[in-house]
Structure formats: structure tokens, C-alpha cells
């Protein structure tokens, strides 16, 4: 059982930045897809960014150049740094993990997911 905890986010202005932090535990050393989902106001859960086995990473097309995933082994931490932050970036942000499917960034039934952290953008 992985455990996920997600925190950082806040309400900032269009163009700030924000750090999401996810801590995660439980992992039993095996190939996994770790990474961050997003779902807005009124819309359903979307993928935005995650980091594949070994450390391929992969980013949707609006976040791309703008976001960045990393992750501290040593602090079990995974990372999203957002900058130029839109309103269209306004979300609950959750940290997902799951073993490698094949299909990028998909987490499936019997993946983990953290409690959520709130990013409001606007102005």
C-alpha cells in the first residue's frame, strides 16, 4: 500500500509560482509511474506531469515549458514546480502512483492517490 501526501499549493496571481511537494511511502522498490493529476472547477481529473520507472518524464502539452517534475530520493519527495501560472491552472492538484501500465501517466484502479492540494490562479 503507497501512501501520498500532497502539499504547496495556495492562491497566487497570473505569472507567480508554486512548488507541490508529495511525499510519498510504502513503495516496495519495484517499477512504478509516480506523478500529478489535476481537476478543475466543474471538469473531470486530467494528467498533467509524471515520472515513468527509471526516469522518463512526461508532460501534457499546456504545462509543457512551464511545469517541471523532479524528484529527492532521499527525502521519498515528489516535486512540481509551476511557474507563469495561468487561471486555466486553477485545480485540486493530487499525487498519484501506480506500476507501469504501458500508457504514460495512467493510474488505474488499484493506484494510490493523495488527499489533493488546492492552486487557485487569479487576479
Known amino acids: 500500500q503507497v501512501q501520498l501526501v500532497e502539499s504547496g499549493g495556495g492562491l497566487v496571481q497570473p505569472g507567480d509560482s508554486l512548488r507541490l511537494s508529495c511525499v510519498a511511502s510504502g513503495f516496495t522498490g519495484d517499477a512504478h509511474v509516480i506523478g500529478w493529476f489535476r481537476q478543475a472547477p466543474g471538469k473531470g481529473r486530467d494528467w498533467v506531469s509524471c515520472?515513468?520507472?527509471?526516469?522518463?518524464?512526461h508532460y501534457r502539452d499546456d504545462v509543457k515549458g512551464r511545469f517541471t517534475i523532479s524528484r529527492d530520493n532521499a527525502k521519498n519527495t515528489v516535486y512540481l514546480q509551476m511557474n507563469s501560472l495561468q487561471p486555466e491552472d486553477t485545480a485540486v492538484y493530487y499525487c498519484a502512483a501506480d506500476r507501469i501500465t504501458g500508457y504514460g501517466c495512467y493510474v488505474g484502479p488499484n493506484g494510490s492517490w493523495g488527499q489533493g492540494t488546492q492552486v487557485t490562479v487569479s487576479s
Open positions: 515520472i515513468v520507472g527509471q526516469g522518463n518524464l
